[in-house]
């Protein structure tokens, strides 16, 4: 993949960043996601590629989806992947929080898993810990071979975990090991990135989160020299069968970062509120200020790129 098209689809979740943001606190979470994804469908069709949508928005959001199987692109060439989450923390923007971003990767055709929408149980770090974590491990084992991969104590470590009622034994086994907690109510994604980021004091990401975002977080991860592992959780039998139907065999396999995200990959998102990775939309009379970030696993480079958004002159899609 040329390094130039990872600039260009900065622009896609610039788009939609900017659209979200106009619905930042307003209390209307599908909103905000379709104003995302309408803005990300729209600007995708300008990128000179043949895209096929992989990783999109799932079922479990009830939501508008750029949907599995959707062809996006103005090129016949070269044909990648897309894994996207055109708002990741619709709640977030619903409540005006922190942490929401509009995310995109791309790879090159069969470089990312076709993760079924379901749940995933999820280790993330940074790459001083890369290679010694093992998500079939006890939580307090992983944190003492992260803390002495980083040759610190279990009681520097920070650890992120959703706020969901069913982390409650992982949330205690962490107080228990020592180890500080940062509670987030959405964004994972974010997350597991901030686990690589240096001085976001975060150093790892435990819990179940959606499989989908996952993949999203693998792709970054691998940009920037961090490591994940995953098992899929499935919550009911037709989960079961419909990722039966996408190809997985084995329901208790431990998913490494390459197998998450197998090819070179190029990973793009956008500030829309502001977080630990990136700042939100800053709107002005007549503009808007963004601040994005774009990686590349090849080069490992990490671009952060302010933009300055002056609406008469823009693009129609933009």
Do not use: W
Request: charged share 25%; glycine share 10%.
């Amino acid at each position: 993949m040329e390094r130039n098209l990872a600039l260009e689809v900065v622009r896609v979740t610039e788009a939609a960043a900017l659209a979200a943001a106009r619905l930042m606190g307003r209390g209307d979470n599908i909103a905000a996601d379709q104003a995302a994804v309408t803005a990300m469908r729209k600007a995708l069709s300008y990128v000179q590629f043949k895209g096929r949508v992989v990783i999109g928005e799932g079922e479990r959001d009830e939501a508008p989806m750029l949907f599995i199987g959707e062809e996006v692109g103005a090129a016949e060439s070269p044909k990648v992947d897309i894994a996207v989450d055109p708002l990741e923390g619709t709640n977030i923007v619903s409540a005006g929080g922190y942490n929401a971003i509009a995310v995109i990767a791309i790879a090159e055709e069969g470089g990312f898993l076709h993760a079924p929408d379901t749940y995933m149980q999820k280790l993330a770090v940074g790459p001083k810990a890369r290679g010694v974590i093992d998500i079939t491990a006890t939580t307090t084992e992983n944190l003492r071979r992260i803390a002495k991969a980083q040759k610190a104590y279990v009681e520097d470590l920070c650890v992120v975990i959703l706020d969901r009622p069913r982390h409650q034994d992982l949330i205690k086994e962490v107080r228990e090991a020592g180890a500080r907690i940062k509670l987030i109510g959405d964004g994972d994604v974010a997350g597991a990135i901030a686990t690589s980021k240096e001085g976001s004091g975060v150093d790892v990401l435990m819990g179940t989160g959606g499989a989908p975002e996952g993949v999203l977080a693998a792709a970054a991860l691998k940009c920037m020299g961090g490591d994940f592992q995953g098992i899929l959780k499935f919550r009911n039998k037709e989960e079961i069968e419909r990722a039966k139907l996408m190809g997985v065999t084995d329901l208790n396999r431990v998913y490494t970062l390459d197998d998450l995200a197998r090819s070179d990959v190029m990973f793009a998102a956008t500030g829309v509120t502001f977080g630990d990775f990136l700042q939100g939309v800053r709107f002005f009379s007549g503009g808007a200020h963004t601040q994005s970030v774009v990686m590349r696993s090849r080069s490992r480079t990490t671009r952060i790129i302010d933009t300055t958004h002056y609406f008469e002159f823009k693009p129609k899609y933009e």
